[in-house]
């Protein structure tokens, strides 16, 4: 006689769902420190010229309120 393979015990639905939701969490964990890393760099670069924007439209509004009292 040959002997059988013993067959695992069909794992419980919710025990599947929740190793695929850990799988799933840990995957975007790991992801997501990839992208923080490269919106870093473009949120500093973006950040300095949006400064010069703000102080060049504040000095324009100064200006013409200037005007005005004139």
């Known amino acids: 006689m040959v ?17 695929k939701a850990l799988k799933g969490k840990k995957a975007v ?5 990839a992208i923080k ?3 870093s ?5 973006l950040v300095a010229q949006d400064i010069v924007a703000l102080e ?11 005007e005005k009292q004139a």
Do not use: N
Request: without cysteine; positive net charge.
């Open 29 to 33: 964990v790991k992801g997501s420190t």
């Open 37 to 39: 890393r490269t919106q």
């Open 3 to 19: 002997p059988h393979a013993r067959k695992e015990a069909p794992a419980l639905p919710k025990a599947e769902a929740k190793a």
């Open 56 to 66: 060049a439209t504040q000095i324009s509004s100064k200006e013409s309120s200037r």
């Open 41 to 45: 760099y473009l949120t500093y670069f």
